[in-house]
Nanobody
Framework: QVHPVESGGGLVQAGGSLRLSCTPS????????VGWFRQAPGKEREFVAA????????YYSDSVKGRFTISRDNDEDTVYLQMNNLKPDDTAVYYC????????????????WGQGTQVTVSS
């Protein structure tokens, strides 16, 4: 398994930016679809963004499209989530997950999850 490990969360003011990182502590991310999900207090987990490792295809939820960018560094075996123009509604625990279904926005298609990193956006 991949065993993703997230980092980069923190507290930021509305309108600010953060970059989350996800690295594998087990197998490499090669050949995996890697996605970001988030869960706010009292809410269900929701899809944020994902991308194929080998073909560069990326896709986003409507709520973050145009503000967030998912990218990867093959040499560093790391997936990033650049988050710009953050809003208080973006406050959540962000999870990195690895799976095998390109195009999927369903958590059940991602079998390997990190522990999450907290992002808090103040108004």
């Amino acid at each position: 398994q991949v065993h993703p490990v997230e980092s980069g969360g923190g507290l930021v003011q509305a309108g600010g930016s953060l970059r989350l990182s996800c690295t594998p502590s087990g197998r490499t991310f090669s050949h995996y679809v890697v996605g970001w999900f988030r869960q706010a207090p009292g809410k269900e987990r929701e899809f944020v963004a994902a991308g194929g490792w080998s073909d560069g295809l990326t896709y986003y939820s409507d709520s973050v499209k145009g503000r967030f960018t998912i990218s990867r560094d093959n040499d560093e075996d790391t997936v990033y989530l650049q988050m710009n123009n953050l809003k208080p509604d973006d406050t959540a625990v962000y999870y990195c997950a690895a799976g095998g279904v390109l195009g999927s926005r369903e958590g059940r298609d991602y079998g390997d999850w990190g522990q999450g990193t907290q992002v808090t956006v103040s108004s």
